[in-house]
């Protein structure tokens, strides 16, 4: 990598994302999630009574990242 390639990857690897951008980010990102099981739920034809149980799995799995996203977006402190 030259210097500049090197300087440029070290300013973004530095930069920190603030708590509204990491929140509006994962509101996106679980949006997007929702869509996905919602297709493939119909896609399979998954019956109406095991919907609720994937939803509600769907759910769980949601507020797990939500409670762990502001320990995983911190930044390493280990340098490439």
């Known amino acids: 990598m030259t210097?500049?390639?090197?300087?440029?990857w070290r300013g973004l690897h530095n930069q920190v994302?603030?708590?509204s951008d990491l929140n509006r980010l994962l509101d996106i990102l679980l949006a997007l999630?929702?869509?996905v099981v919602e297709?493939?739920?119909g896609v399979?034809?998954?019956?109406?009574?095991?919907?609720?149980?994937?939803?509600e799995q769907n759910r769980?799995?949601?507020d797990a990242v939500r409670?762990?996203?502001p320990r995983l977006a911190e930044?390493?402190?280990?340098t490439f």
């Open 60 to 62: 769980r799995l949601h």
């Open 67 to 69: 409670e762990h996203l």
């Open 39 to 41: 297709l493939c739920m």
């Open 17 to 19: 994302a603030s708590d």
């Open 75 to 78: 930044p390493s402190g280990s």
């Open 3 to 8: 210097q500049q390639g090197e300087r440029k």
């Open 44 to 55: 399979y034809n998954i019956p109406r009574r095991d919907r609720f149980t994937m939803r």
């Open 33 to 35: 999630d929702r869509m």
